[in-house]
């Protein structure tokens, strides 16, 4: 499948558990959303994204269950998360965070956030873009507060790369 978002909607194959998809991008081809996603055993209500499962999950259009396949990082964008000011990327970045992986990756752009994004486990990295510039937006507050926390006293949290707070 060219998208990721095609994959959930049309995808209504017969697979065998293990089968490997691989999509050029996750709305469309080339907006650095491609991921490998694996069919699993599961399977749940059908054409729902990361975003609305909470995780790094998605179901197609059969009802079949697929986790994105991570090696290291997991992209934002690989999620549903848009970095182009236009959206609100809570839900994928939680997603991204409940999807398993200790290692997250925000390219460049702005996000917007409608509330706290929280972190439910410990020793997480996030690298925002080397050189590029990554904005969070919080459109929840009026006073302009960037709210990103943690669940539990004892987490780690460390932010990477080109993040800055003014």
Partial sequence: FN??????????GNVSEGSV???LGYATVGDGGGAKWVKTATTGTTSQSPAQLGDALLNDAA?????????GELNVLSVGALGNNSQDNLLPFNAAIAGG????????GTYNLSATWLFNDNDVTVRFAGQGVCTIVPTFATTNIIQIGASGLTKNIHFRGGFTID
């Fill in 21 to 23: 998809v691989e999509t």
């Fill in 3 to 12: 998208t990721t978002t095609a994959f959930i909607n049309e995808f209504s």
């Fill in 63 to 71: 009802g079949n269950q697929w986790a994105l396949v991570t090696c």
């Fill in 101 to 108: 992986s200790k290692n997250l990756f925000v390219p460049e």
